[in-house]
């Protein structure tokens, strides 16, 4: 059972930046698929920005390309998603997701299909909220 745990999250103005954190506690992540997804209230969880530690290959959602990076340390067992540019919109709670994998088609698929599933990982952790004020 790997445990994720984000940080990083709070209350900023538009246009303001944050960067949040995901870490697995005494677990490696190599070669795992891993995502940054969100969700607001009233509406569907949104995959935003996915990373496969094994390689490096990403994918970034439309509504937030440009403006987002995600990004790892390997050597930290952490996950990164920093976000600039922020906007109201963005408000929500942002949740990091794993999944074991052996090479990197869960980007492929992603960037295949335009969308990133939750039912695609098995891990995840209990979220960080993040608040844009206009």
């Known amino acids: 059972q790997v445990t994720l745990v984000e940080s990083g999250g709070g209350s900023v103005q538009a246009g303001g930046s944050l960067r949040l954190s995901c870490v697995a506690p005494?677990?490696?992540?190599?070669?795992?698929?891993m995502g940054w997804f969100r969700q607001a209230p009233g509406k569907e969880r949104e995959g935003v920005a996915a990373?496969?530690?094994?390689?490096?290959?990403?994918y970034y959602a439309d509504s937030i390309k440009g403006r987002f990076t995600i990004s790892r340390d390997n050597a930290k067992n952490t996950l990164y998603l920093e976000m600039n540019s922020l906007k109201p919109d963005d408000t929500g709670m942002y949740s990091c997701a794993a999944q074991s994998s052996r090479d990197a088609t869960c980007i492929t698929a992603i960037q295949h299909f335009g969308v990133m599933l939750p039912a695609m990982y098995k891990y995840w952790g209990q979220g960080t909220q993040v608040t844009v004020s206009s």
């Open positions: 990373l496969y530690t094994g390689g490096g290959s990403t």
């Open positions: 005494g677990y490696h992540y190599d070669n795992f698929c």
